[in-house]
């Protein structure tokens, strides 16, 4: 990926699209305002990562940057996010360490160190077998307890969820928003709530941009932010719809990984969870260039058209 341009410290009036630039980016607006005191430079931007994911050098060490606005659900996150990283990182998962953690400019900001290795352009057999033990690791890891899953799932389809970017009022406008979000909720009504275990740690973007691999294996895990106590097969079902979407494995591999999730995941929680992932693509697919793409595949894994 080609490096983004370094934003300027202090524009002139001959740069007024780099600032307008840097009113809307939060990690551009964090590295002008560290400029101020301290030697930061932008390095490049990653294609993938949420919080604007760069790679910067910071009093001359080359670390991770991500930024939200401070009062963002993910910004609000972090606190739990941090503890429950520590406790994959206590598991063995190679999850990055937080470097530095503060707020500039009304933005919330963390700097992470670099994990070796890179984005995998394909999910092999042996990878995906690692990042489903990743999975494995997050069940029963959660700290604490008291964690209501069927009440978070309910509120999610009923209320929304900011962190899972899933508003009901606008996928209810839409009319295969509308369908999808129905049988999301039908689905959860007719599945068992002893089903729904709540003990494990959600990473809630588990996806293969979200992994990094070195010579074939897991090197790391990261953009945890999003991450929360439920059920972590939730997880799996994410990978999968992923993989799909982007056809980012071969056949057999995908094939593999399917018949794996009918094993692992009762039929009544898995359909539950392909319904909810369905309602999650929904919401930013729909009205979009992707928006064919993203029902085909929730008509391929459904097993029946939806209503159009």
Not at 62 to 80: C, F, H, Q, T
Request: charged share 25%.
């Amino acid at each position: 990926m080609p490096a983004a341009p370094d934003p300027p410290g202090q524009p002139g009036a001959d740069e007024s699209v780099d600032a307008d630039r840097q009113a809307a980016d939060p990690v551009a607006r964090v590295l002008s305002e560290m400029r101020r005191s301290r030697p930061a430079r932008l390095i490049r931007r990653f294609r993938h990562g949420s919080g604007g994911t760069s790679l910067i050098a910071l009093d001359g060490q080359e670390v991770v940057l991500k930024a939200w606005p401070a009062r963002s659900p993910i910004a609000m996150n972090l606190p739990m996010a941090f503890q429950w990283m520590q406790a994959m990182r206590a598991k063995g998962v190679t999850v990055p360490s937080v470097v530095e953690q503060d707020e500039l400019d009304g933005q919330c900001y963390v700097t992470y160190e670099r994990l070796p290795g890179r984005w995998p352009a394909r999910v092999t057999k042996g990878l995906l077998g690692e990042m489903i033990g990743v999975v494995d690791l997050q069940r029963g890891a959660a700290p604490g307890g008291g964690h209501d899953w069927p009440q978070t799932l309910r509120a999610m389809l009923f209320e929304g969820d900011p962190l899972f970017s899933m508003p009901p009022a606008v996928l209810e406008a839409h009319p295969t928003g509308r369908v999808l979000l129905g049988l999301a909720r039908t689905r959860l009504q007719d599945c068992d709530p002893a089903l729904m275990t709540g003990g494990d740690i959600v990473h809630g973007d588990f996806a293969p941009e979200n992994v990094l691999a070195s010579r074939g294996h897991l090197s790391g895990v990261i953009d945890w932010e999003q991450c929360r106590a439920g059920d972590a097969r939730l997880d799996l079902v994410g990978l999968l719809l992923d993989m799909e979407l982007g056809a980012k494995a071969r056949p057999a591999v995908s094939a593999q990984f399917r018949h794996t999730l009918h094993q692992r995941i009762p039929a009544s929680l898995l359909a539950l969870y392909i319904a909810i992932y369905a309602v999650r693509y929904a919401g930013w697919a729909l009205g979009t260039e992707d928006e064919q793409g993203v029902l085909d595949l929730i008509d391929r894994l459904r097993g029946e058209p939806f209503d159009k």
